[in-house]
């Protein structure tokens, strides 16, 4: 079983930059692959991004691509997720959970969220 915690969200203005931190607690993080989702009020929980476990594999949804990155540090049992040009639209909660894919089925261990709140 893993346990995860977000952190690192906050209120920005839009323009801004954020990073996200998620860290694991419990079995080998290593061996997990990690993705990010969003979720805005009365929306449907939306992929972000995910990354393999060995960080050689990366996609992202097409909302974020090219302003955000994700990556981890497999040391510290840590994903990161580092958003650029942030736009009103990012407006979300954000969580870090493990599995692989696009689809939040597809994820089994889930963090209790971070707020992410850009205005224009």
């Known amino acids: 079983q893993v346990h995860l915690v977000e952190s690192g969200g906050g209120l920005v203005q839009a323009g801004a930059s954020l990073r996200l931190s998620c860290v694991a607690s419990?079995?080998?993080?290593?061996?997990?692959?990690m993705g990010w989702f969003r979720q805005a009020p009365g929306k449907d929980r939306e992929f972000v991004a995910a990354?393999?476990?060995?960080?050689?594999?990366?996609y992202y949804g097409d909302s974020v691509k090219g302003r955000f990155t994700i990556s981890r540090d497999n040391a510290k049992n840590t994903v990161y997720l580092q958003m650029n040009s942030l736009k009103p639209e990012d407006t979300a909660v954000y969580y870090c959970?493990?599995?692989?894919?696009?689809?939040?089925?597809?994820?089994?261990?889930w963090g209790q969220g971070t707020q992410v709140t850009v205005s224009s």
């Open positions: 419990g079995d080998d993080f290593s061996g997990y692959a």
């Open positions: 990354i393999s476990w060995s960080t050689w594999n990366t």
């Open positions: 959970a493990t599995g692989n894919g696009r689809k939040s089925t597809e994820y089994e261990y």
